[in-house]
Structures are given as C-alpha cells and as structure tokens.
C-alpha cells in the first residue's frame, strides 16, 4: 500500500475505530484503501498516523503555538504533561489505542499509551515530560498512531462461518471478555506484527479474559494465602437468579463464593468469572495464560480445555501461584493485562488421539517431492530472488495459498511408533 496524506478527503474512519468532529487543520497518513475490507488491513496493520496542524514550542514557561490562537485550546501544558486533544471521537461500541509515533521524540518525552471510548469524548494525545529543556514540534510532525481494537469493524466472516462466542453473565460486574488483537494494546513489537505473521497471529487468537475484582494477595506455601479487597466482588448474581427462578424450578440458587484460596490444589487461588461461555457445536474453548503477554511473574493461569457447547455452567479462572512470599497485584480498572485467554478449539484437537508421523526428509514419494518442492521454492523466494532475507514472503504466499485453496485433505496417516 502507498503512504498518503489526506485531511479533507474521503477517509474509511470506521477501520480506525473513529468518527470525525472537525478536522480542519488537520492531517493523517493512512496506507491507500480503495475498498472496505483493504481499509480493514490498513487499520489492523499499519494505523492512523497524527500529525500536528501547527508547529509550536513547549518550555518551562508554556506552550508557544504558531498559529491561531485556537490551536491553544487543543495544545496546552497540563503541569508536566503536553495535551493534544484530537478532532476525533471513537465511534460506538468502539475501543481505540492511541500509541506513540514511529518518529523518535525527544528523550526527556514518553508518549503515553492510552485507549478510548465512545464515552471518553474527543481523544487526546499525552506526552510525559520528564524534564525541562524546550523543544520544538514542526507542523506535519508525527504526534501519534491510532489503532482499532476491540469493536471496530466486526469481521463478517464471524457470521458466515458460523463462528461465535456467546458471554451469558450471572453477575452484572463480573469478567470483562473481548477479542484479543494482535498489537497487544501497544506492547507488540510493530516490526514483529508488521513481519511475522505467525506472532501475529497468535496475538489475535481468541478473547482476553480481564479481573472481575481489585485484590491484592501474597502465597506462604501450602494452602496459606494472605489477601486484601481493594474492591468487593458483591453477591448480585443472587438478585439476577432470583427473579429469573420459577417456584417449580428443582435447584435453588446460593450466591456463589467469589474467590477461592487453595480449595482446588493448595497453590491455586480460585476466582469466580461470573459468565457462562457458549460455542457452537463441537467447539470447546482452551483457558490458558495470556499468548505473548506477561500478565504476572507471580502466578500463572492454569490451562484447561472447557467444553462449552454442552456444558452451561459458570466459569472460574484458577491462577497457579510459581512465587511465594511476593505480593500479587490483580486489578479490574487497570483493564490490562489479562488474566487470562480463551481460544476456541475444535472437539476434534483434542477429544481425537491425532497420529504422528516422523522421518528424514525425502524425495521418494509423491508427498515428499511435492513438500520438497515447496520448501525450496518458498526458501528460494525468501532469501534468493531479491540478494537477502525479504520479510513479506510469509504474507505474499499466504494469500497465493489462499486464492489458490491448497488446503487438501487427505486420509489420516498411520499412527507413529515413536514413543
């Protein structure tokens, strides 16, 4: 895609998560989209670039702006950090990650990572001063990047493939679930989501399981814990299910204990998601820790496989503890990281004992030779044709693989009689 800059022109605002309130003045660098689902890619993969209207300089005394005056009200000096609030408002049902530029600021300056919603208002842009030398910013310079995440365009194919993930929930204030995504809220590596399409895509593999509850808590060994609510975990659920029951219905509901420490196994403590997960037939979701992301050193998120599509029943996490006598911080505002992450497994990955096949690489069969002959052909085009490593060759190829639909299916192979 070529880079543009545009500012009064069409803009597929709903890629970016946004929706304009005055954009005079301003202006963008987007990668060129013709289509809906190209302006889609060029969201995900490259983001919306900011760049600043006016040039001013920030000191100690202040803002300058050179410009009109009413650029003033939209660049100003709050005690040690520089505000730059955007003509832009995330659009409903969005969530949107305004990230630092890929042009290097000053080294006194740490561009903040924050996300925004529809009810946030307009957008800003916060940079951290971190000490007093001036500095000038020129007009057109790169002030940030805004990336959709959660809620910005809805993948139709979620639809078309009959693909779902449905959250009934038995507490109003319990887990916050929502599609993982591959930037990882910011920390990801742009070069690794850029080029590395396996990183990538494991990113955005499923939904991140977020804290119901604020609470700090340390493991003494055994089943010995020690904790603090910095918020209650309240028994609403009771209310809910109270005026769901009939008088015939044979189970009365009891409030379910919110946490749990070392009931399970003695180093696990147990906390009550307060949601009912369901998945399409023959799907199952696997819990695990959070893929890429280090969401304690403390304790990790013990994995399981859920049988969601027969099962309704309400989901607890359990977080294994690997440390003691070192405190735990778990918080719902915080809204990262996540506790934890759900990816949707077919029955068949693991209700099937799948067979193993190991050996030398050969030529000899017509199944050798021809994954041979793709080997050296994609190995050729990767490191030969243009004199060094060309990193796009994994996403040409992926999307010559699938226009072509290589995808084949082929009789189970023997089982291995390797151990």
Not at 12 to 30: H, K, L, M, N, Q
Not at 98 to 110: D, F, G, M, S
Not at 362 to 367: I, K, L, V, Y
């Amino acid at each position: 895609m070529i880079d543009e800059v545009f500012s009064q022109c069409w803009v597929p605002w709903e890629a970016y998560g946004v929706a304009p309130t005055d954009i005079d003045g301003w202006s963008f660098i987007r990668g060129q989209a013709t289509d809906r689902a190209a302006s889609v890619d060029a969201a995900s993969d490259f983001g919306l670039t900011v760049l600043s209207p006016v040039a001013f300089t920030v000191s100690a005394e202040g803002v300058a702006v050179a410009g009109p005056p009413s650029w003033r009200e939209r660049i100003r000096l709050v005690e040690s950090r520089l505000v730059m609030r955007l003509p832009l408002i995330p659009r409903e049902a969005s969530r949107v990650l305004i990230v630092p530029p890929e042009e290097r600021l000053p080294a006194h300056v740490e561009a903040k990572i924050a996300s925004h919603t529809h009810a946030d208002g307009e957008m800003e842009v916060v940079w951290q001063l971190n000490g007093r030398e001036a500095f000038t910013v020129r007009a057109g310079q790169a002030v940030a990047r805004i990336v959709a995440i959660a809620g910005g365009v809805v993948p139709e194919t979620m639809s078309d493939n009959g693909g779902f993930l449905r959250v009934w929930r038995v507490h109003p204030q319990g887990a916050h679930i929502c599609p993982a995504e591959k930037t990882l809220r910011g920390d990801a590596s742009s070069a690794a989501m850029r080029w590395c399409g396996p990183f990538a895509h494991a990113n955005a593999y499923g939904f991140w399981v977020f804290p119901p509850v604020d609470l700090d808590l340390v493991w003494h060994g055994g089943s010995s814990f020690e904790h603090r609510f910095e918020s209650l975990y309240t028994d609403d659920d009771a209310s809910i299910v109270s005026r769901l029951q009939r008088p015939g219905d044979p189970y009365r509901y009891v409030p379910r204990k919110k946490v749990e420490f070392g009931s399970t196994l003695e180093s696990v403590v147990s906390i009550w998601t307060g949601c009912i997960f369901q998945t399409p037939p023959g799907w199952g979701l696997m819990i695990r820790n959070p893929v890429n992301v280090t969401a304690s050193t403390v304790f990790r998120a013990q994995e399981a496989i859920l049988e969601t599509d027969w099962l309704p029943y309400d989901i607890w996490i359990n977080l294994l503890f690997v440390q003691q006598e070192k405190w735990a911080r778990i918080r719902r505002a915080d809204n990262w990281p996540p506790l934890a992450q759900l990816l949707p497994v077919p029955r068949s990955a693991y209700d099937q004992r799948w067979p193993l096949i190991a050996g030398a690489l050969e030529r000899t069969t017509a199944e050798g030779q021809d994954l041979f002959s793709r080997w050296l052909d994609y190995n050729h085009k990767k490191w030969v044709e243009g004199g060094q490593k060309e990193p796009a060759t994994y996403h040409r190829q992926r999307r010559l693989a699938e226009k072509r639909a290589v995808g084949r299916t082929s009789p189970p192979p023997r089982r291995s009689t390797e151990p």
